[in-house]
Each structure stands twice: as C-alpha cells, then as structure tokens.
C-alpha cells in the first residue's frame, strides 16, 4: 500500500514537473513581455531595469528555477491586462467554475445513473439500445453546440430561461445541463457496464433463488456491488468538468475561468493563462489523485 | 474479421470523399458574398432560393459551398494530426516496448505525465503562446494525443514480445528492428487504425471547439467550427448558419466513433460490451 502511494504521488510529481516545464517554455516562446508591460515613453534604461528585476537577462535554466520558485510562492506574475496579481485573479473566478461543475455533476448523476440502472435490468434490452444511442449522443455532440441549441430553443424561442448572464437561479439551468449532458452520458454507460456485471454474478443468482424481491436485490446488493467503480468515475468526470466547463463558459458569459482564459489568450495577458492553466490543472491533478488513493484503499486488488 | 457498421463507413467515407474532391462539387465559391441575397433560407422555407440549398450566410456565402469547404479543412487538419501523432507514438511504444530497461521507464514516464495533463488546457496554452492558425492546431492535437499510442503500441509489443514465433525469429537470428517491424507491428495494426480513427473524432471536436472560441481556424480558411462561431450572433434570425455545422460535427463524429469501437471491438470484445 505505502508503496502505490509512493509512486502515485512521485508520478503526479513528475507531471506536474513537466508541466511546469511546459508552461515555462511556452511563455518564453510568446516572446518578450517588456513591450507589453512597459509604456511606450519608457527609456530604455527602463527596459533594460525591468528585464534585470524579473531575471529576463539570466541564462534560460536559471530563469526557470526562479519561474518555478515563483510558482512555490504563489508568484505567478502580474496580469499586462488588470496589473494585478494573476493568482488572485484565477481564485477568483474559480468560484463560480466550481459552482456550474457541482451543479452540471448533479445534473449528470441524476439523468446518467437511473439510465443505467434501468438499462442494465431492462429485460428485452430496448432501453439498453435507447443508453447506447444517447451516450455515443452524448459523446459527439461538442458542448458549444448543445449550448446553442439549448439557448435556441429555450431563451429565443420559449423564453423560459436568459441565455446568458450569472447570478440568479434561472442562469444556472441552461449552462448546467449543457456540462451535465455531456457527463451523463459515459455515467449512464459505465453504470450499465457495471450493473450488469454484479446483476450476473453468483451472489445475484443466488438471492433470486432464495426469493428476495428483484426491486430489493437491484437497488441494495446489485448497486452497492457496482458503486465503488461508478464513485471513482465520477470524481474522474469533476476533473473533466472542469476543464469543459471552459468551453461552455465562453457561450454563456459565465464569469469563470474559461471565461477568464479566452479572454486572456485573445488579449495576450500570459500571465494570466499560465495561472489559469497552472492552477486548473493542478485542481485535475489532485483529484485524480485522491480518487485514485481512495480507490486503493476500497478495493486492495489494484494496489500493485 | 468483425462486420464493420455499414452505415457508418458509408458516411466516413464520403466525407472523406467531399473533403478531398468537395471544391469540384461546391455551386459556389465559399467566400464569394452577395449582397443580394443576404441570410436566404434553407430552399422549400418560405423565401428560400433552388440555387442555394442550405441558405445563405449573413454575407450572402453559399452555405452549402461553405460546409463542403469546412469538410476539407476540419477532416484534413484532423487527419494530418493522427497520422503525425500516430507516427511518434508507434515509433516511441515500439522503441520503449521493445528495448525495455531505461528507455521503456523514461517514454512511459513520459506518456503517463502527457495522459495525466488536462488536454484542453494544454491546447488553450499552445495556443496563447504560439497563436491560432492550422498549423498550430494540428500542432496542439498532435502533442495531446501522442501518448495514447505509445501506449497501446507498448503493450501490445510487451505480449507479442513473448510469442513463440518472435521468440523463434529471435533464436534463428533475425534483427531486432526486422523484428520489430516485421512481425510485431503487423500485430498490433488493428488496435492501432481502431485508436487512430476513435481519434479522428475527437479531433474534430477538439479543432471545432477551438475555431469556436476563436482560438482556432482563422478567415478566410473555414472549418465547420468557425461557421459555427459566425453564425451564432445571428442565430435568432437564421437558424441554419448554426444547425448545418452542428449536425454535421455529430453526424460525423459519431460515424468515426461507431468504426473505430466496433474496430476496436474486434480485438477487445470487452470493450464493445
């Protein structure tokens, strides 16, 4: 057991090493930042002072040990765009990401998880065919496109919810099932998967003969059976949440972090898309890893 | 061999067919506006126009001219992005796979660190440091999705490695690289074109997503994505400009998905459950 954690954690490590290494490339390959930050009166005396204060005149090696001292305090630059800390600009816009994410999880639970139970008990399999379809659906329909289609229908044509805009209950509804859709439909195909395995095994069977109810037998022994895979997947999904929440965002004006990095990359505030990028990936990193964890200590036959 | 979904193939393959050959059937030229017929609808709605059979754009571009010239532009960036990724990862998994030891360890540290990072997130910073454009796009999708062939060709190469007839070929003396190529790749073939067309769709997704936020294929090239983007601003008006690009992402990223799962199916049948 410590030894999965060791190599779990030192492999999230060595990611985010490289990860680091990535971003730091990256924002050298953007160029130098001097003209952007500077006003354009600046001497170049100026030039040259800020160059030395950020270490933009040291040797390339050096200048990443520094960037990745910077990002172990929390230093990850100041937005050219707001002249204020990137960091705090990112930890706030985390809050309503994480809102549309647990609220689209919802969604995606309470449409995938029945779907698949159902489907797994269904006895002629109609409704197995009805999951499939949905899922490959689900899983080819990009979410920009379902957001437009949804706004169509529902704010232009019916009214009955604004297509954009935050705050309010009714602007949580059009954007949260877009992200949950998506996420519904792998939940849906892995619950089946999953139920259908333990409905098959001997213990089932078993039960069956000694004349427990079905309803009993699939909501309490099947599910509970099935639900250490489906748990671990859906934290799996958050992870995946969050970062096509990005995408969603952009449609529906959601102030987020999606919204957050377009915006930066269209304006050319690097340091912005470096803290976005750095800190939504370290959010995917660490819940992959928890789950992953939590997943060894609930069932010991992974612990290789 | 498995019955590939006939609907599906069908579909891929005429896709594949108007991205290659579209600009012969295409009625108009994709950029040529016209302001006399400005956001015409679909023909057979009322003020639709025999000529122009999907519409027109707010531009008065032929729609129909428009999506043929998307087809090639999203199908060929997402083709030349599997098959350059597709060629690093098999030659990584088959050098890693096949030497074992130290290069092993490294490529798949590798390959695990690229799988373990959030792909669009990387594609969102390749792209604000190198700018939008096809090239980098095709850049973005060829480093996100590498990994998964070093990957599946590594495991693959691990248990074909210990058959009897790569174990004979070996005794008999044959080289390591004629190995390798010879008899190990052809092995691993199927799941290779299996992962390469499942990823066909996902490019597609992803270079639409990206040309929808901006970020990706730039006019006057035009991609199914980026009619989608143009359109959305008139989407109250003209439901077409965005409901034509929309059905036809799906409709051919399901057809991709359909083959390579039932592709993949065929060497995996757990997998097809």
């Known amino acids: ?187 849906a195909l892995l619950t089946r998967a999953n139920m259908a395995e333990a409905l098959r095994s001997d213990f089932v069977q078993m039960e069956r003969v000694l004349g427990i109810p079905w309803r009993r037998i699939v909501l309490k022994h099947a599910l509970r059976n099935a639900a250490v895979p489906i748990v671990t997947y859906l934290g799996l999904q958050f992870g995946l949440l969050l970062s096509g929440a990005i995408v969603t965002e952009r449609v ?53 | 061999m498995t019955r590939l979904p006939a609907v599906s193939v069908t579909i891929c393959v005429l896709l594949v067919i108007a991205a290659l050959f579209g600009w012969a059937l295409e009625p108009f030229t994709p950029d040529a506006a016209d302001f006399a017929a400005v956001l015409v609808p679909p023909f057979g709605l009322e003020g639709g126009l025999a000529q122009h059979l999907l519409g027109t754009d707010q531009l008065g571009r032929d729609m129909l001219s428009r999506l043929i010239a998307g087809t090639h532009i999203s199908l060929m960036t997402a083709g030349a992005a599997v098959a350059v990724a597709g060629t690093i990862g098999v030659v990584l998994g088959l050098i890693g796979g096949y030497l074992g030891g130290l ?34 796009i095709i850049l973005v999708m060829i480093l996100t999705n590498w990994a998964r062939y070093a990957r599946l060709v590594r495991s693959e190469v691990l248990s074909i490695k210990q058959r009897d007839f790569v174990l004979l070929a070996r005794v008999a003396g044959v080289r390591p690289l004629v190995i390798a190529l010879r008899h190990v790749l052809p092995n691993a073939l199927t799941s290779i074109l299996a992962l390469a067309v499942l990823d066909v769709g996902r490019a597609i997704v992803l270079e639409s997503s990206l040309s929808f936020l901006g970020l990706g294929i730039q006019p006057p090239d035009v991609s199914w994505g980026l009619i989608l983007a143009e359109g959305r601003t008139y989407m109250s008006v003209a439901w077409w400009l965005t409901v034509w690009p929309g059905l036809l992402i799906v409709l051919a990223v399901i057809s991709f998905n359909t083959v390579g799962e039932r592709l993949r199916g065929h060497f995996d049948p757990r997998s097809a459950l």
């Not at chain 1, 999606?258 to 050319?268: E, H, K, M, S």
């Open chain 2, 103 to 136: 290069v092993e360890a490294a490529t798949m540290r590798l390959t695990d660190a690229f799988l373990a990072l959030p792909f669009i997130l990387m594609a969102l910073a390749i792209v604000a440091a190198l700018g939008p454009g096809i090239g980098n």
């Open chain 1, 252 to 304: 529906f004006a959601w102030p987020g972090i999606g919204q957050l990095v377009v915006d930066a990359i269209l304006n050319r505030d690097f340091p912005v898309v470096q803290a976005s990028v750095l800190v939504t990936a370290v959010l995917f990193m660490a819940i992959n890893l928890a789950v992953d964890l939590i997943y060894a200590v609930l069932d010991p036959r992974i612990r290789t």
């Open chain 1, 1 to 187: 057991m410590a030894m999965f954690i060791t190599r779990r954690v030192g492999q999230t490590l060595v990611t985010l090493l490289l990860l680091t290494l990535m971003i730091f490339t990256l924002a050298r390959l953007t160029g130098d930042p001097t003209p952007l930050v500077m006003p354009s009166e600046a001497t170049d005396a100026d030039r040259a002072f800020f160059r030395q204060e950020y270490g933009l005149d040291r040797p390339l090696p050096e200048q990443y040990f520094l960037f990745l001292g910077n990002v172990l305090h929390g230093n990850l630059g100041i937005s050219f765009r707001f002249r204020e800390p990137a960091l705090g600009l990112v930890l706030q816009a985390l809050g309503p990401t994480m809102q549309l994410a647990g609220i689209a999880m919802v969604v995606a639970i309470v449409i995938g998880m029945p779907l698949g139970i159902l489907a797994a008990v269904s006895p002629v399999g109609r409704l197995a065919i009805f999951v499939r379809g949905y899922a490959s659906l689900g899983q080819a329909m990009p979410s920009f496109w379902v957001a437009l289609m949804l706004i169509m229908l529902f704010a232009i044509t019916l009214r009955l919810f604004p297509s954009s805009g935050y705050g309010s209950v009714a602007n949580f509804v059009l954007p949260s099932v877009t992200l949950g859709f998506y996420a519904s439909a792998s939940i």
